[in-house]
């Protein structure tokens, strides 16, 4: 078999090789059936017409394009296979040209980069802030508190922030009174701007007994006029502040399980600090991977990047459909810029393969290995989290599922070894103690099909062959999922 391989780039090869005539002629008799399967042919049930027949039918260049499809793939593998190349992504097929016997095809394939230069992830110090709970944190703490006890007082002045006023609203479309805008004896907390927008700076500064009068929009919640511009009338006849209770001994005994404000001050560190030390834990664990990420000096294949574009979508639209939420509902809700947000999903992409470099990279500096046992207690572990631990141990007995378990813990291991490497370290420079966790905040996945971190380079293959294109951003956005934006060999049948 010829073949030829040509670098396009420093993780890139286009593969270069032959099918001969022989090749596609054994393979129309797959191709025949598979065709034959839609096709309504008289006296034959789908899939059971004889290719002579499904030829006549189709056409004989319609049948030698199958052919292609049906034989390209196992082709590309043993090729593949025969050059000990694995890749990363599913295969570009860039050309199939007619030769003197058979076809010439010209297919790029994307690697899985390597760092050749690992930044140093020992010896780091990791600047995450004091762990120190100051007097005035936990004042604020207890003002939260003393706040759940708050009564409210009228009070003989202008309305300030954080008051509480009662007001009567009506409004006007067209001269016209709007029913659905009119309500009496409404309490509202002055600067909360959680009701009509604009309404809190025209409160402020308002007394008892004032109208305000302004025009505005509807917002939702009031009937089939929300969202159109109306004109507010506002009557406060009511205000009102916050009388926060007296810090008293007697006071913490009563509402509390403590006997003196000493004592509520003391537990309020303790635990205070410790959620400090767990939250500054969390900050030290980003921060120090987000040192290194940084320091990755790569230039990374489009279609690399591409192709985790599309799984970071695919995840993102699936938690919206589990909510019943579709894209386009988000973009119009949330009213997010299409363009913005596929750049930041290329940003996110980029970044998200950054860091698993980084991470494999420390694993082969550190020479870090993951044995046999380790997966076993792993697959146990997520077993037994499962109502059906028998078929999630079958599902991750499968040597591809096993292979992306291993890199996930393996990449854990490095993450491990990054945080024994650095020292954590107050704004004034000096060590504290933390309370850390190597593990990711979202590492319990319910999920088995796609065991955490199987990158594309593990999941994908030769199973799909795919012109090299530009994704088309529209698209992307439109139909809720990065679409090939490429053709098939054939493209008069979709399969």
């Known amino acids: 078999m010829s073949v030829n391989v040509v670098d396009a780039g420093p993780f890139e090869r286009v593969v270069e090789f032959s099918v001969s005539e022989a090749e596609i002629e054994s393979a129309?008799?797959?191709?025949?059936?598979?065709?034959?399967?839609?096709?309504?042919?008289?006296?034959?049930?789908?899939?059971?017409?004889?290719?002579?027949?499904?030829?006549?039918?189709?056409?004989?260049?319609?049948?030698?394009?199958?052919?292609?499809?049906?034989?390209?793939?196992?082709?590309l593998g043993d090729v593949l296979d025969e050059l000990d190349i694995d890749p990363a992504v599913t295969p570009e097929l860039q050309s199939v040209d007619e030769a003197t016997d058979g076809i010439d095809v010209?297919?790029?394939?994307?690697?899985?980069?390597?760092?050749?230069?690992?930044?140093?992830?020992?010896?780091?110090?990791?600047?995450?802030?004091?762990?120190?709970?100051?007097?005035?944190?936990?004042?604020?703490?207890?003002?939260?508190?003393?706040?759940?006890?708050?009564?409210?007082?009228?009070?003989?002045?202008?309305?300030?922030?954080?008051?509480?006023?009662t007001i009567d609203i009506s409004a006007t479309s067209g001269g016209e009174d709007v029913p659905e805008a009119k309500a009496d004896q409404i309490m509202y907390e002055v600067g909360s701007?959680?009701?009509?927008?604009?309404?809190?700076?025209?409160?402020?500064?308002?007394?008892?007994?004032?109208?305000?009068?302004?025009d505005g929009t509807l917002p939702s919640g009031f009937g089939e006029l929300a969202g159109t511009e109306v004109a507010f009338t506002v009557s406060v006849t009511e205000v009102k502040?916050?009388?926060?209770?007296?810090?008293?001994?007697?006071?913490?005994?009563?509402?509390?399980e403590f006997s003196s404000v000493t004592e509520l001050e003391v537990n309020l560190e303790e635990r205070m600090g410790e959620m400090k030390k767990t939250s500054l834990g969390r900050r030290f664990r980003e921060l120090a991977l987000d040192q290194l990420v940084d320091e990755v000096e790569i230039d990374l294949p489009e279609a690399l990047?591409?192709?985790?574009?599309?799984?970071?979508?695919?995840?993102?639209?699936?938690?919206?459909?589990?909510?019943?939420?579709?894209?386009?509902?988000?973009?119009?809700?949330?009213?997010?810029?299409?363009?913005?947000?596929?750049?930041?999903?290329?940003?996110?992409?980029?970044?998200?393969?950054?860091?698993?470099?980084?991470?494999?990279g420390v694993a082969r500096k550190a020479g870090l290995e993951v044995e046999q046992d380790e997966i076993a207690v792993v697959v146990e572990s997520v077993a037994l989290q499962s109502e059906k631990p028998d078929d999630v141990r079958r599902a991750l007995a499968d040597p591809q599922r096993e292979k992306s378990l291993s890199?996930?813990?393996?990449?854990?291991?490095?993450?491990?070894?990054?945080l024994t490497g650095a020292s954590p370290v107050d704004d004034d420079?000096?060590?504290?103690?933390?309370?850390?966790?190597?593990?990711?905040?979202?590492?319990?996945?319910?999920?088995?099909?796609?065991?955490?971190?199987?990158?594309?380079?593990?999941?994908?293959?030769?199973?799909?062959?795919?012109?090299?294109?530009?994704?088309?951003?529209?698209?992307?956005?439109?139909?809720?999922?990065?679409e090939p934006a490429f053709g098939s060999i054939d493209d008069t049948e979709e399969e």
């Open 106 to 165: 010209k297919v790029k394939v994307t690697l899985w980069p390597e760092l050749d230069v690992v930044p140093a992830h020992e010896g780091r110090s990791v600047q995450v802030g004091n762990v120190e709970v100051t007097d005035a944190e936990i004042t604020e703490q207890i003002d939260r508190i003393r706040e759940q006890f708050a009564e409210l007082g009228d009070v003989d002045r202008p309305a300030v922030e954080g008051d509480f006023v």
């Open 193 to 214: 701007s959680g009701f009509i927008e604009g309404i809190d700076e025209r409160l402020v500064g308002a007394e008892k007994g004032a109208t305000l009068q302004f």
């Open 407 to 418: 890199g996930d813990i393996l990449r854990n291991k490095a993450l491990e070894a990054i």
């Open 28 to 75: 129309k008799g797959a191709a025949a059936r598979k065709l034959s399967r839609d096709l309504k042919i008289r006296g034959f049930r789908p899939g059971k017409a004889p290719r002579p027949i499904v030829e006549a039918t189709v056409g004989s260049e319609r049948l030698r394009a199958e052919a292609i499809d049906e034989i390209l793939p196992d082709k």
């Open 305 to 360: 990047v591409r192709s985790e574009m599309d799984e970071l979508l695919h995840r993102f639209v699936h938690r919206l459909d589990a909510q019943g939420i579709s894209l386009d509902d988000y973009f119009s809700v949330v009213g997010a810029d299409r363009a913005a947000f596929i750049e930041d999903l290329k940003s996110q992409a980029d970044r998200s393969i950054r860091t698993r470099l980084l991470l494999e």
């Open 241 to 256: 502040e916050k009388v926060l209770p007296e810090l008293t001994d007697e006071w913490v005994e009563e509402i509390t």
């Open 429 to 482: 420079g000096n060590p504290v103690e933390l309370t850390v966790d190597s593990q990711p905040e979202d590492a319990d996945r319910e999920e088995v099909e796609v065991p955490a971190g199987v990158p594309v380079s593990e999941s994908a293959g030769v199973a799909g062959l795919e012109f090299v294109g530009e994704v088309v951003e529209a698209d992307v956005i439109e139909e809720g999922s990065v």
